[in-house]
């Protein structure tokens, strides 16, 4: 078992233990995932209308991703390798199978402008040469435009990088947003390749001088004494043969060091995010039994409220067992949300992926009189676990005293590896 695989296994024992760490304990189970199947995520990133799209396309040899003069890109879209298909993700855990013709409404801001579709990603399959080692190939939104989702998704999945293909182009400076995302992408990714593109569109000259500038910046912000710098067009589809030769020789040659780096640099934000979530925890603490009365008071007026509006789908769709499990992912985020805005923590829930298309699912199973008692058990378990977790009337002081002590062993072994992860 390597060192990374070890601390992975030592988070999951110390996370399954505690009810406020089941967020990081699933982001944790997803890392033992990755160093298990030994895929690499390699995701290309940066400010909009850098040509993201068009060099993925580049790199995979035919035209995959809708591109536009406009920000075309507004959820994140995966590449695998596969039997030519597409999937759309949605944030409820719902999944739709669709044809690369259609995607276009889901990914392109202008037909699904601010995300307002929930969708969480689309997930292609294409028999491309460079998706064959195993490597995910990742179209993000871009940075700094007025549409502010594209910017938090971009940003939320720097986290799931691999490898990171950061691109820039001729036709702008270097800007702070750049460099400010870079520096943030810097925390998650172990490896990074920096492409300039639209290289034909300047002399050889100006060229040179232009990646002279941007290698002496990004040589400072990475704090490495050089950096290589790959020139391309991508509409053109010059200078793509080294950039992707670059990143396939990695890919083979050193996968498992790539991926021990990410996961060391994700386990350090895990432990972090740990920390900040007990923090949160013991300042809720500290509320006043007349403020924990009102919330409790306001998170029991939710449960009605979805018991309610459960009764009304019911109806609706009583005989679509997939639609019901859709609905209770609803009411699970709608949850997970109150308690958020309540107690300021973050309630986690695995969400099952829902197929909408298929007809033979297990979700089939569920009707009216099931789904109505998920979402009664469903309720019932978060306010006892709620009662549990901020020992709401708890009047045994053993207990009370039982749950800091071990609160406070937890902060200190999450302490001393942080610590160790930052080494």
Known sequence: MSEMMERVKQLE?????????????????????????????????????????????????????????????????????????????????????????????????????????????????????????????????????????????????????????????????????????????????????????????????????????????IAKLMEASDIHLFAVSAKKKTGLDDLTEAVEKDCLQRAGEILEGSVKLKLRDVVSSALTQITLYRTALNMTGEEFEEKFAVMNACFEAVKEEAAAFGQEFAKNGNMLQAQLNNFKNQLSDKVQELFGIEYHYDLPVVDLGATDAAHDALDKIVFDRQVEELCRELSGTLNTIFMYREENAYTVVRRINDLNRLVRSLAKIRTELSE
Do not use: W
């Open 13 to 217: 024992t110390l996370f399954e233990k505690y009810e406020i760490t089941a967020s990081e304990l699933a982001q944790v189970r997803l890392l033992e995932e990755k160093l298990n199947k030994q895929e690499m995520t390699v995701s290309v990133i940066g400010q909009f209308k850098r040509g993201k799209s068009t060099l993925v396309n580049g790199i995979l040899g035919e035209k995959v991703m809708p591109v536009g003069i406009v920000p075309v890109t507004a959820v994140v879209t995966t590449v695998k390798y596969g039997e030519r298909g597409a999937r759309v993700h949605f944030e409820n855990g719902a999944v739709i199978d669709t044809s690369f013709e259609g995607i276009s409404q889901y990914i392109n801001e202008q037909e699904n402008c601010d995300n307002h579709l929930g969708v969480s990603k689309v997930e292609l399959f294409v028999p491309a040469d460079f998706l064959k080692t195993g490597i995910t190939l990742v179209d993000t939104p871009g940075v700094g435009s007025v549409h502010q989702k594209n910017t938090e998704a971009a940003t939320a999945f720097v986290k799931e990088s691999d490898a990171v293909i950061f691109l820039l182009s001729v036709d702008s400076p270097i800007n702070s947003i750049e460099t400010d995302f870079l520096a943030q992408t810097r925390e998650f990714a172990s490896k990074f390749y920096f492409a300039v593109n639209k290289a034909d569109v300047v002399d050889e000259d100006d060229l040179e001088d232009y990646l002279s500038y941007c290698r002496r910046l």
